[in-house]
């Protein structure tokens, strides 16, 4: 995100449209594998060649940004990405400038944020002006501000489990 912020400041927006949607994807297959790498309970390094190879299946199987943004998020808060988002609709508020209510805010996320990425990466499309590259960059940083939250929901539900099974042991 940082590099997209310097590549904006000196103009290239391209580079920062591109940037700041890779920052996110990245973030994205980074809780995935982290989560699912816990949960496999060998911490640290104790998976073995298959796990890693399922895990890369059902990443790679979530092919849109939509169904991954949708998946990761049931996956670490059991809520669909929407429903997370408007729970924690102030994490976003900074870059929900033009979003109508009505619609979804992980379409808004693809339309806005995803598709410029795609035109950029499929259609060649260069000539972004300076206001949409600064709007690529809020929503990604908005988008990765709801990625941690939704991490930190899933370590508090890890500690409210162990906490939960320590009372058991207790009792």
Not at 137 to 160: E, F, H, P, Q, T
Request: charged share 35%; with cysteine; net charge negative.
């Amino acid at each position: 995100m940082e590099r997209a912020r310097q590549e904006l400041a000196n103009e290239d927006t391209t580079i920062a449209i591109l940037l700041s949607a890779m920052a996110v994807e990245g973030e994205m297959a980074y809780l995935f594998f982290k989560w699912k790498e816990i949960d496999s309970g060998r911490l640290p390094f104790g998976r073995t060649q298959d796990e890693e190879d399922e895990w890369e299946r059902a990443w790679a199987d979530m092919r849109s940004v939509g169904k991954r943004l949708d998946e990761l998020c049931r996956f670490l808060t059991s809520a669909d990405f929407d429903k997370f988002a408007l729970q924690n609709k102030e994490l976003l508020s900074s870059a929900l400038g033009g979003f109508d209510p009505a619609d979804s805010l992980k379409k808004f996320f693809q339309e806005q944020l995803f598709e410029k990425r795609n035109q950029i990466v499929h259609y060649s499309r260069i000539d972004f002006e300076k206001a949409r590259g600064e709007r690529c960059v809020s929503l990604a940083s908005a988008l990765i501000r709801l990625l941690d939250a939704m991490n930190r929901d899933r370590v508090k539900r890890m500690d409210d489990a162990h906490e939960k099974a320590n009372e058991a042991i207790r009792e």
